[in-house]
């Protein structure tokens, strides 16, 4: 029997941690923080394969929000269905990079060097909404203007879900690991 007791204790235990962190997760990863749009010097949208955030970015800048729209091609210089962000014809300038690491940190280490240049002092981001959160804390080590950040459409479903608290719990890790932008 106390084998057994001993057996449903860990249950109990490993039970409450994942709803702890579950929920502990929900403001940070499912309704991350994000701020009333304004207009900005540029709008920046991270990479990745939900391409609808491309499009999020495309019509802030259609509307105005800001003269420059900077997108992250994270996904290759070959990638075929960027070409229609990437390749022009708009009223606003459109500048793609690939960013080096290929990782969020590359980006922000690309937006700061663009700030630098274009001497912005408030950038729009876009990436989906589990993002959200780290992204603001990556970018901010980088860039030390206004950030407003915007969410973007995301999938849904316990596979996803359970992926992103993975994915965005690990990323944060490294993100505190690392010192400065």
Not at 121 to 133: A, E, K, N
């Amino acid at each position: 029997m106390p084998s057994l007791r001993r057996a449903a204790a860990t249950v109990v235990t490993l039970a409450t941690l994942v709803a702890a962190v579950v929920y502990a997760g929900i403001p940070v990863f499912v309704h991350p923080q994000v701020d009333p749009l304004r207009r900005a010097d540029a709008i920046v949208v991270l990479g990745g394969t939900a391409y609808a955030r491309f499009d999020v970015g495309l019509r802030l800048a259609q509307q105005g929000y800001a003269p420059e729209l900077l997108i992250s091609r994270s996904t290759g210089e070959d990638d075929p269905l960027m070409d229609r962000y990437c390749d022009g014809g708009f009223s606003f300038r459109v500048d793609c990079f690939v960013p080096d690491p290929w990782t969020t940190q590359g980006e922000a280490q690309e937006i700061e060097r663009r700030a630098k240049a274009g001497n912005w002092r408030h950038i729009i981001v876009v990436t989906y909404t589990p993002h959200v959160s780290r992204a603001r804390y990556i970018v901010g080590k980088c860039f030390h203007g206004q950030i407003t950040m915007v969410a973007s459409p995301s999938d849904s479903g316990l596979k996803f879900w359970s992926w992103m608290y993975i994915r965005q719990s690990a990323g944060y890790l490294r993100a505190f690991a690392q010192f400065g932008c």
